[in-house]
């Protein structure tokens, strides 16, 4: 993990860490559904870029899974328009109410930080995605777009969650429709 290009390596797995200085904070937490089946399901789902994938990002790597080590080229958009962003998985985790992974910018990155992403069943059953991220930019258009790349990365986020959401209802035969309903 030598060439990460910031210092604050796993911060996003210990909020009190968070944001470290001269960083902008992003945190969003999404509910995705309920119980053991739809945790399994966002876990599994999230872990095998299946929800990255579903979005129509573009995951470039060897591994089928996130593990600490893996690199992963993150591509956004199309064709010429594409924008490719190298990232190292810094942590994971896999706990019996807890599955998530980060990852780390690499040189080359247009943001300079760490995001992770991780689905949380709660005692009351609620299943949630939450996405972390401190990241400050790393090249010219980067700082141009300013506000506007935090408000991107705001939306991203939110997406993350609804695709999640999508995928898990899924696995687990239940339609979302069916969810919101009370069904």
């Known amino acids: 993990m ?3 290009t910031y210092r604050e390596v796993g911060a996003t797995g210990d909020g009190s860490r968070l944001p470290p200085p001269g960083y902008h904070l992003l945190r969003e ?4 559904g ?3 089946r739809e945790f ?23 591994a089928s899974a996130a593990a600490p080590g893996v690199r992963v080229a993150v591509g956004l958009g199309v064709g010429p328009l594409r924008l490719t962003a190298p990232c190292e998985v810094v942590w994971t985790v896999r706990e019996a109410h807890r599955i998530g992974w980060a990852y780390g910018s690499l040189p080359g990155h247009p943001e300079c930080g760490e ?3 991780v689905v949380e ?22 700082r141009v777009g300013g506000p506007a790349i935090r408000l991107f990365q705001r939306a991203y986020a939110r997406r993350c969650g609804r695709v999640l959401r999508r995928l898990a209802a899924t696995r687990t035969g239940q339609s979302v429709r ?6």
Do not use: N, Q
Request: no cysteine.
């Open 29 to 32: 937490s999404m509910r995705i």
């Open 2 to 4: 030598g060439s990460l």
């Open 115 to 117: 995001e992770s992403f």
């Open 34 to 36: 309920s119980g053991e």
């Open 40 to 62: 399994a399901a966002a876990g599994e789902a999230l872990m095998r870029w299946r929800m990255h994938r579903r979005m129509g990002v573009r995951m470039d790597t060897e």
């Open 121 to 142: 069943r709660g005692a009351d059953g609620t299943v949630r995605l939450t996405v972390t991220a401190f990241s400050r930019p790393a090249v010219w258009y980067t």
């Open 178 to 183: 069916d969810r919101t309903s009370g069904g």
